[in-house]
């Protein structure tokens, strides 16, 4: 019976829907050959369970259709209506899986663009040690161009100011 179970609740929920009140009696539940389930009690606790139809409490034989029973039939069935859940559960995991690979992504994101304010930090001062060593370096050629300058002067002009020493020492 558990082998072919779908099958089963498919021909009885048509079985169902198809009464004049839309209820059976346990003993009454089929089989695919449309013959009598073997153990009736067991598949109707199962499509009471299975929320398809509601036993009889008083004495227990009758099986009533449920308003979700009575659902699934007119929307296709019990198989189509597994179908659809599978789907759904499907979708479902799908979308999960989106909104974790999702999250990975934006937090990916979050680290590059931590990282990269870091780079632009570490450029920014670079920049400017750059610039204060290009500013130095400046200043020091500024330096050995006067005392170049004036060095070159003296030298071309030694000989005048030694003279010049001469007469001022005697």
């Not at 632009?120 to 920049?127: A, C, G, H, M, V």
Request: one cysteine or more; aromatic letters at 8%.
């Amino acid at each position: 019976m558990l082998d072919n179970l779908n099958e089963l609740i498919e021909i009885n929920l048509k079985l169902l829907y198809e009464s004049p009140d839309k209820q059976v009696w346990k003993t009454e539940l089929i089989d695919e050959n449309g013959d009598k389930v073997d153990d009736h009690n067991r598949f109707a606790k199962i499509l009471e369970e299975k929320r398809l139809v509601n036993i009889d409490r008083v004495q227990g034989f009758l099986c009533n259709l449920t308003q979700f029973g009575n659902d699934v039939f007119i929307d296709g069935g019990w198989i189509k209506y597994l179908e659809s859940e599978k789907l759904k559960l499907e979708k479902i995991e799908s979308k999960e899986f989106l909104e974790v690979e999702n999250l990975k992504l934006q937090k990916e994101s979050a680290e590059h663009s931590k990282t990269l304010r870091q780079k632009e930090d570490e450029i920014r001062n670079l920049t400017i040690h750059n610039l204060t060593l290009q500013n130095r370096q400046l200043r020091m050629y500024v330096l050995y161009s006067i005392i170049s300058f004036i060095s070159g002067a003296v030298l071309t002009n030694l000989k005048d100011i030694l003279d010049l020493w001469k007469i001022l020492t005697q």
